[in-house]
């Protein structure tokens, strides 16, 4: 393991102080984060002061009507224009916190086997915003309940139920669940800090392996080039893991993260495919870049993909070409998988469907730039 001991040396020298920079920095915006959550949660809620806006498109008599009534009655309802630049401003500027989208068809596909799933937009991280998200899927589970039990629906008992109680389930689900909306914020920025260490400790540590003086010193020792070759990508594997479990442990020990929660236990495997791709980008980098340029070029990278893949700025205001273009982006497919496990209340494959895409996705990031990668070696080793 005479390569592998190599690599572990160079990323104690080389990267093992990047890795320790991004992590102080990381913690000191978890803590203050924490510090505003903590304060807010001391404040009283209650859901008639969020402004929500709702979109029907439905025109059945029954569920979607009774829904749309249950919402208005519950929270602050504000009328916005119907199109698509008026509903980002409106949340951009604070009109409205939650926007609820109920598609065609929802009523009469909502007791079949294949129901449609609402659709909506809301501001970032916004607890409240999150609390009618829930208030929404309460009373949906509700109906379910109803008609499962008795076959019959009756909306005026169901709205007396969820009235005598709606204030203290809200409560208790922004208290006692997995804390959704306040830990998005940690999970969805956790991709800037993750991707910045990959893509400053992966390049440079394989640029400076591949450099022909040491490759020419390994090759002389009993090691063939495909052994040689094994253990620099068994070194970046094992340093990939470690620097995401770097962040895991942060996250726990600040509790943005709670890993006996199965939303958070997912968004770690969101990370673990985020990792493995920006692991295979990096590799294919220090195929081609020097030692000079892989530090700006690391910089440039990151805030690239964080910006355009909706890490700093929400996908919800992003424009309509940006978003287009982001998806060749791994960290827009990251962004992406964190909202949908944030947003579901059940794990029904209807519900999990675009998760599993940002999962497949970003496994062909992987692939894809792998398979790049072999061809340049392959190249390289021809010319030489």
């Known amino acids: 393991m005479q390569a592998f001991k190599l690599y572990i040396r160079l990323t104690i020298e080389h990267a093992l102080p990047t890795i320790l920079l991004y992590l102080g920095i990381f913690t000191a915006l978890i803590a203050i984060t924490s510090i505003g959550n903590s304060d807010k949660a001391t404040d009283s809620f209650d859901s008639k002061n969020v402004k929500t806006a709702i979109l029907n498109y439905d025109h059945s008599e029954n569920l979607s009507k009774e829904l749309e009534s249950f919402i208005n009655k519950n929270t602050r309802n504000v009328i ?10 409106a949340l951009f500027f604070g009109k409205a916190e939650f926007i609820l989208i109920i598609p065609n068809g929802f009523s009469e596909a909502f007791f079949s086997q294949s129901p449609i799933q ?3 937009l809301q501001i970032p991280n916004s607890s409240s915003a999150g609390a009618v998200h829930l208030l929404i899927n309460n009373y949906l ?4 309940m109803y008609h499962k039990g008795t076959g019959n629906i009756n909306y005026e008992q169901i709205n007396l139920d969820m009235s005598q109680s709606v204030e203290t ?14 830990d998005q914020f940690f999970l969805i920025f956790l991709a800037y800090p993750l991707m910045s260490c990959l893509f400053f400790s992966l390049p440079i540590v394989n640029i400076i392996m591949n450099k022909d003086e040491i490759k020419r010193r390994n090759l002389c020792a009993p090691i063939s080039y495909t052994k040689y070759s094994l253990q620099i990508f068994l070194g970046n594997i094992l340093l990939t893991i470690i620097i995401l479990g770097f962040f895991v442990l942060l996250g726990v020990i600040t509790g943005g993260l709670n890993l006996t929660y199965i939303n958070h236990q997912l968004v770690l495997l969101n990370a673990l495919f985020l990792s493995f791709a920006i692991l295979a ?7 081609l870049a020097t030692e000079t340029i892989i ?4 910089v440039t990278i990151s805030l690239a993909f964080s910006f355009l893949g909706g890490v700093f700025v929400p996908k919800s205001l992003l424009g309509e070409s940006v978003l287009k273009f982001s998806v060749i982006n791994p960290a827009y497919w990251y962004v992406k998988g964190v909202e949908t496990i944030m947003s579901i209340s059940d794990f029904s494959y209807n519900s999990m469907k675009t998760l599993y895409s ?6 062909l990031f992987v692939f894809t730039f792998l398979s790049m990668s072999l061809l340049v070696l392959k190249l390289k080793r021809q010319a030489e």
């Open 295 to 298: 530090n700006p070029l690391a």
């Open 169 to 182: 389930e809200i409560i208790s689900s922004i208290s006692d669940k997995d804390n959704n909306y306040v």
């Open 141 to 144: 589970n509700t109906v379910q």
């Open 80 to 89: 916005i224009k119907d199109d698509d630049d008026s509903l980002k401003d």
């Open 281 to 287: 980008i990096s590799f294919f980098i220090s195929l």
């Open 358 to 363: 940002s999962f497949l996705i970003q496994i």
């Open 118 to 120: 609402l659709e909506h």
